[in-house]
């Protein structure tokens, strides 16, 4: 257990890269009336959802930690909750 300890842990996060050609406008579905006073509804264009994987660091101290995750509070007073399996780097700095 290394709680107390300050350190930088650098770990992957996968977030949607978004749909290839795909468009939704942010009004929302349903949103505007046609010439003849009938709803008309925004046309998405569907596609398959891409995903893309980005490193982020994050430094504080280590509150709490078990087998499946960490949780470090950040020098700002933030919780960061981190699955250990995403953990790519760990160091202490103190």
């Known amino acids: ?22 468009f939704l406008p942010p009004h929302g579905v349903g949103y505007g009336l046609g010439d003849a006073l009938g709803i008309v509804l925004n046309r998405t264009i ?21 087998e499946d995750h960490v949780t470090i509070e950040r020098d700002d007073g933030r919780r960061v909750r981190i699955p250990i399996d995403h953990i790519i780097e760990r160091a202490a700095l103190r």
């Open 46 to 66: 569907k596609g398959p959802t891409q995903f893309r994987t980005t490193h982020r660091t994050v430094v504080g101290t280590v509150v709490a930690e078990d």
């Open 1 to 22: 257990m290394t709680i107390g300890r300050h350190e930088r842990i650098v770990y992957r996060v996968v977030e949607r890269a978004g749909r290839r050609g795909g």
